[in-house]
């Protein structure tokens, strides 16, 4: 039996549908964020793969899917190797994280539009001080290590390495 890989409407809907009850740190829906972070990647010219991955990039890291469904799971090749790739394990240097992305084709697009929306000046102002000024250094280092450049607005950077497909 052959194996259709979902949809991308088929990935989204599962994606809100695991985040469900979730909130983001300000307490709004979760799949708000999901949400900005596959715009993001389609804004930067990402492909099919990497919208998928964008909607279930933090899906194993909450918990709210395992990476064993995500290898049994129809999806296009490609997908499961960028969602474990952005997946923050516990205890990981910063430095190991950023080189496991860079080391998945397609990862480090998914990861930029990931951190653009963390970073959002009008998604951070909504947390209290201590949180707003912690993320926006977590922010940075993780910027600086991947070598995404932070003079370049970041929905003007394209992913040379992932042209659009």
């Known amino acids: 039996m052959v194996n259709i890989p979902l949809a991308l409407a088929e990935v989204e809907a599962l994606a809100r549908r695991a985040h469900a009850g979730q909130t983001d740190k300000a307490g709004r829906p979760y799949a708000g964020h999901l949400a900005a972070v596959a715009a993001g990647v389609r804004e930067r010219g990402g492909s099919e793969v990497q919208i998928a991955a964008a909607w279930l990039h933090d899906s194993v890291e909450d918990g709210v899917l395992s990476a064993e469904w995500l290898a049994r799971a ?21 430095a190991d994280y950023a080189a496991r992305i860079l080391a998945v084709p397609g990862a480090l697009l998914v990861k930029e539009a990931d951190l653009a929306h963390n970073a959002d000046p009008a998604r951070l102002a909504a947390l209290d001080p201590a949180t707003r000024t912690r993320l926006t250094a977590k922010y940075a280092l993780m910027r600086a290590l991947l070598g995404l450049r932070t003079d370049v607005p970041p929905h003007d950077r394209k992913d040379p390495a992932n042209p659009p497909g």
């Open 74 to 94: 129809a999806l296009l090749p490609g997908v499961e190797e960028m969602v474990l790739a952005v997946t923050k394990r516990p205890g990981e240097k910063p």
